[in-house]
């Protein structure tokens, strides 16, 4: 998993930042979702690409974010 975290938390995080626009959110959030894709790597099927399948976590764990601030 370390070399997927080399090869791809670059990508994560542009990607969230291009959602947040908040370096520590991006980071925050770049870090929950390689640790939600350790805990799930068994749900990978190939059926996309690793990026898109990480982008996708990304994507939840900023929704779940906003849901919260909304909470708040």
């Known amino acids: ?4 975290y080399k090869k791809y938390s670059r990508l994560v995080y542009h990607y969230l930042y291009k959602l947040t626009n908040n370096n520590e ?9 390689f640790y939600d894709a350790i805990k799930g790597i068994d ?3 190939e059926e996309c690409s ?3 399948w990480l982008c ?4 939840n764990k ?10 708040i």
């Open 62 to 71: 900023w929704k779940d974010y906003i849901v919260k601030k909304r909470e």
């Open 1 to 4: 998993m370390e070399e997927i």
């Open 56 to 59: 996708q976590i990304a994507k």
């Open 43 to 45: 749900k990978f099927r």
């Open 50 to 52: 690793l990026s898109v």
């Open 25 to 33: 959110i991006s980071e925050e959030l770049t870090q929950e979702t």
